[in-house]
């Protein structure tokens, strides 16, 4: 017989068992214990792994992650899920930043990693080969972080596996996310691209802004989650039927080229306020210290997805990105939607962290 026993460094999880517990990586400079819930189901199914808390100040998916950990019983699992709620503890527990205060690294910028590189790539190689290499559906969960406005939507690279290309753009349309935005390429550092190109149905999920973690954005990504279980028949099903989806495409990704103070001039505050066309003011960055003014503008046209809402920004600051809606009839001129500077060669190839 097959052993379904999962094991995940020294913690391990039979089948009908859940285990909880921290596992210690080894970055090289340093150790960061990993926390992790193993839930080993009591029918075949699917590995299902998520992620949260690769970014600091992004905690409702946090939250969303322990909540559901403490909700699945292996009883009602079929397959396996195994989550972490918190992938990047330096970053979260220290920084609360994209990038780690080891060593000023995103780890969304370098999965899979490299086991000899400096600390948070070694991270991102713990986090595939102990997590992620072995799972058949990774999901990943974000959230605009503490200086950041976000629409919501679910994320995921084509890879030109049309079985592969089907799973995903399935998965990702049963969160009850209406927006689903498509990267063009699995090309790039983030760890749903990285996923993708090891042949698993990976998709990120961004849902709140701010790093807000009020108790009703928390309940709708728990909610999301398990719709998504039942998807995928980790879960019995419930009878309902996914809504619609749209899909859209990346148009641009917008930066700061000089240092100072932010004040945009978009808005998420109605459905409609964030479309933009090329050449549309985005908004100015001021000198404090002698008021000059450097405008920002749209470099193309498109919906209004991430925007930073810090007053203070640096050369290279992500500002804004930019979404366009995607179609069949757009598929042959897909090489024209990428922006300049997110190409295939580039860990950019989405302009979201």
């Known amino acids: 017989m097959q052993d379904t026993t999962i094991h995940v460094g020294p913690l391990q999880a039979l089948p009908g068992t859940k285990a909880r517990g921290t596992v210690q990586a080894d970055l090289g400079a340093l150790t960061t214990d990993i926390p992790v819930t193993l839930v080993n189901g009591t029918r075949p199914g699917p590995r299902v792994v998520i992620t949260a808390g690769v970014h600091g100040g992004e905690f409702t998916p946090i939250e969303a992650a322990v909540r559901l950990a403490d909700l699945l019983e292996p009883g009602e699992v079929s397959g396996q899920v195994i989550v972490c709620p918190v992938a990047n503890p330096p970053a979260v527990y220290q920084g609360r930043l994209n990038v780690s205060p080891v060593d000023g690294v ?97 998709v990120l999920v961004e849902v709140g802004e701010l790093g807000r973690r009020d108790e009703a954005t928390a309940l709708r990504r728990v909610d999301g989650l398990l719709k998504a279980l039942r998807h995928l028949g980790v879960l019995d099903p419930d009878g309902s039927v996914p809504a619609p989806v749209r899909q859209w495409v990346w148009s641009a990704g917008v930066t700061a080229e000089v240092t100072g103070l932010w004040y945009p001039e978009f808005s998420f505050d109605a459905d409609v306020i964030g479309e933009v066309t090329e050449g549309d003011l985005l908004g100015r960055i001021v000198d404090p ?49 990428r922006p300049p500077g997110l190409g295939t060669g580039s860990d950019e190839a989405d302009p979201r962290p």
């Open 106 to 202: 995103n780890l969304n910028r370098v999965f899979p990693g490299d086991p000899a590189g400096g600390p948070t790539e070694r991270l991102a190689a713990w986090l595939f080969t102990h997590l992620v290499d072995a799972a058949d559906v990774y999901i990943d969960l974000h959230c605009g972080g503490i200086d950041q406005v976000l629409r919501d939507f679910v994320g995921y690279r084509l890879t030109g596996d049309p079985d592969l290309d089907k799973a995903t753009a399935e998965l990702a349309g049963s969160f009850g996310i209406q927006d689903v935005i498509l990267g063009l390429t699995p090309e790039g550092g983030n760890s749903h691209a990285a996923a993708a190109r090891r042949n698993i149905s990976a």
């Open 289 to 337: 210290v002698d008021g000059t003014e450097h405008t920002v503008h749209a470099p193309a046209d498109g919906r209004i997805v991430y925007g930073m809402h810090g007053l203070t920004v640096a050369v290279g600051t992500e500002l804004a990105a930019l979404a366009i809606p995607w179609g069949p009839d757009m598929a042959a001129r897909a090489d024209t939607l």
